[in-house]
């Protein structure tokens, strides 16, 4: 994993950064405690109309769908504390808004979590640690900038279903690596309904 704070290398076990010393903690204090979260879009800040939000909806389930280990979820909420990056807000929600299932910890956890502040035009990425040996800070960035033009221009829906495309594509492109290294057939494992127990298991 990488500090939410200054994107050093970091462990889980670790209370802290060994770099800047950040402390889930002690962030905790200052956002407090973060309301209970389901997977899947939830739009607190109410950018998005009722039909967006369905068709929003729908494209996380088809994520979903294809993806059957992990889960896309999206938050828009206005960041709370703009003297710390948008990322720490972010890996907060994350961590303690009950947004990712508890039993799915370290390597088990496949998720991600794209948060918005549409005040601000802020919006962060981030996977789960069972992706991150998929999807680096490199791969972040280049899904969230396939989106960046529709984010600058306040066209908050469309940035969303291109990004969720873009980690789609990303993904997409792991199975097709993991077909020519290895030989593993994604495609028919997928058909034959057994892709939940191969995919990045």
């Known amino acids: 994993m990488r500090c939410p704070f200054c994107s050093s290398p970091a462990q889980e076990i670790l209370e802290q950064c060994p770099d800047c010393g950040f402390v889930l903690t002690e962030v905790q204090r200052i956002f407090g405690v ?4 389901e997977p899947g ?13 369905r068709v929003l909806s729908k494209a996380l389930e088809h994520f979903r769908r294809r993806f059957p280990q992990c889960q ?7 960041h709370p504390s703009p003297n710390l990056p948008f990322s720490v807000y972010a890996f907060w929600l ?6 990712c299932r508890k039993i799915d ?8 979590l794209l948060t918005i502040d549409a005040k601000r035009g802020l919006a ?6 069972g992706l991150e040996p998929f999807v680096g800070p490199q791969h ?14 306040g066209n908050w829906a469309d940035a ?5 495309n873009a980690a789609e594509s990303h993904l997409a492109g792991i199975c097709s690596g993991l077909n020519q290294t290895f030989g593993i057939d994604i495609q028919k494992i997928y058909e034959a309904d057994k892709f939940r127990t191969h995919f990045l298991s």
């Open 34 to 37: 973060a309301a209970s979260l």
């Open 41 to 53: 879009l939830t739009d607190l800040d109410e950018i998005f109309s009722k039909g967006e939000r």
């Open 72 to 78: 896309f979820s999206v938050v828009t909420n206005a």
């Open 94 to 99: 994350f961590n303690t808004s009950g947004i």
């Open 105 to 112: 910890k370290g390597g088990d956890n496949h998720d991600l």
């Open 124 to 129: 962060a990425l981030l996977v789960g640690y």
């Open 140 to 153: 972040i960035g280049e899904i969230l900038n396939a989106g960046k033009g529709e984010l600058q221009s």
């Open 160 to 164: 969303v279903k291109t990004i969720v």
